[in-house]
């Protein structure tokens, strides 16, 4: 996965970029509007048959292309289908779901939001996400939209992930610690 990250990475720093530039020249809603885009074209290229169609040395880029291009229709603007042929020039239209969801990191950052995915083994209170929520702004210095899970092989605790950070306070990662440091 890493390597499909660093692969992805140049082209949606790129996106980003060019959904900026749209945005200084005066299109409102710019991010979002790139960011729908992308996530269209990234759901177009993983649907399975249309992975087959791309990963076949049959299909010409500029064939590839226009298959995510029409199916993505009038969503898609000018821009985004020119972002596309370059994506297809150099065979990385399957990045596209990696790219997308780069692009959403991309833009939190840029809005000052960050996704925090909570696992803990039992939910947590309105009392208790609050608090987590308010203690995580202050940590990451931005709003802060808590997804939270239930894994109950927690045992306690919760283990949050925020950004590219762990932060292990589950009963599982503490005896496991514990279990590290009497096995030496």
Known sequence: MSSLTTLARPYAKAAFGLAQDAKR???AGALAHWQSMLVLASQIAGNPQVADVLDSPRVSAAQAVDLIASAGGA???PGFKAYLGVLGANRRLALLPEIASLFVRLKQQAERQLQVRVVSATSLSDDQAKRMQAALAKRFDC???LD???DQSVLGGAVIYAAD????GSLRGRLGKLNNA???
Do not use: K, M, P
Not at 165 to 168: C, G, N
């Open 182 to 184: 009497l096995s030496r």
């Open 25 to 27: 020249q005066g299109e």
């Open 143 to 145: 709003a802060i939209e």
């Open 75 to 77: 969503a898609f603007n």
């Open 165 to 168: 950070q762990v932060i292990d």
């Open 148 to 150: 939270v899970e239930i």
